[in-house]
């Protein structure tokens, strides 16, 4: 038997259209953007749809507006393989939060919400400091993790092999940059974001964070969902509660979660929501991994015929 577990996107992935076509010919993906619209008593669908892209880039809507998207996808894709089965879920940063509603933890409309409520922290904080981001590739994490100590900086998001995402003050990222090249980086670019995301600058959205999420009802999750704080699957609630608190200032430790499904004998991979920057991310970890991906009709189509394929063998 296959172990499959879903993966779902993070912040970044964001691009207008998305959902479009997942929705045209679906009138059952149409009923989940009119739930989301209603649950947060604005039209993102139109935002995810149409644009414009100063506001899907908004903080505060680009991170309800992916896991909509991404959970679209896996509706569409439960449709179209009725015997779709998987034993654990991930997602990147954000991407944790859709895991968990698909592993039945929280409400559809819970997650839209508390995932709003991030976002717009998250903005409050970057504009409240002068922070930045950069992807350092081609250094080793014991060789980052020494430009980011001299430099006072952090790391934010353990991608895969040779690909580390570093964060901190702006001035502080600039110096760090020119250190990694020191050390033979073979890039250190930095990123197009609003602010320091997984460090300490986020500290006043990760306080305001763990006030709202008292007030989200959880459940056991179903399945297993791998925490990027740990790179392990959770286990109480109160667990959950407390690391969506902490992952919001901690690194992602996406590599090293996947190295733990990996480990535990998982084969098959299906990534949901915009882009593919997951399956990139897998292809660096261990290219025998079976990846899958949804983010529109067409790559519905194609990981819809070759599961239904793959179950009839």
């Known amino acids: 038997m296959n172990k499959t577990a879903l993966l779902f996107a993070g912040q970044g992935a964001q691009v207008i259209g998305m959902g479009k076509d997942l929705a045209a010919d679906s009138a ?24 414009p892209e100063i506001e899907l880039t908004r903080t505060e809507n680009t991170q309800p507006g992916i896991l909509l998207v991404s959970w679209v996808a896996f509706q569409r894709l439960k449709e179209r393989v009725p015997d779709l089965s998987f034993q654990a879920a991930a997602g990147l940063s954000l991407g944790e939060f859709t895991a968990l509603t698909a592993a039945g933890a929280m409400s559809f409309e819970d997650a839209l919400r508390i995932v709003r409520q991030r976002g717009r922290f998250m903005q409050e ?76 600058l986020m500290s006043g959205a990760r306080t305001k964070l763990q006030v709202a999420l008292a007030e989200v009802p959880f459940q056991p999750p179903s399945v297993a969902v791998i925490s990027n704080v740990t790179a392990l699957p959770y286990g109480s609630v109160a667990e959950v509660q407390a690391s969506l608190v902490q992952q919001v200032t901690a690194s ?54 070759r599961l239904v394929e793959r179950n009839t063998q």
């Open 252 to 305: 992602v430790r996406w590599e090293e979660s996947m190295r733990y499904l990996l480990a535990q004998g998982f084969t098959q991979f299906i990534e949901l929501g915009p882009g593919t920057t997951l399956s990139g991310f897998m292809k660096r970890i261990d290219k025998t991994a079976r990846m899958f991906n949804v983010a529109d009709l067409p790559s519905l189509e194609q990981t819809a015929r």
């Open 28 to 51: 059952s993906a149409c009923d989940w953007f009119d739930r989301a619209n209603t649950a947060l008593g604005y039209d993102l669908a139109s935002i995810c749809f149409n644009g």
């Open 125 to 200: 904080a970057c504009e409240e400091t002068r922070g930045s981001m950069a992807a350092i590739i081609g250094l080793d994490e014991t060789a980052t993790r020494e430009v980011c100590a001299e430099a006072d900086v952090e790391l934010a998001n353990l991608n895969c092999p040779g690909q580390i995402v570093i964060s901190g003050e702006l001035e502080k990222i600039d110096r760090a940059r020119e250190l990694a090249s020191a050390r033979g980086a073979k890039k250190a670019l930095p990123l197009t974001v609003s602010g320091a995301f997984h460090s300490r």
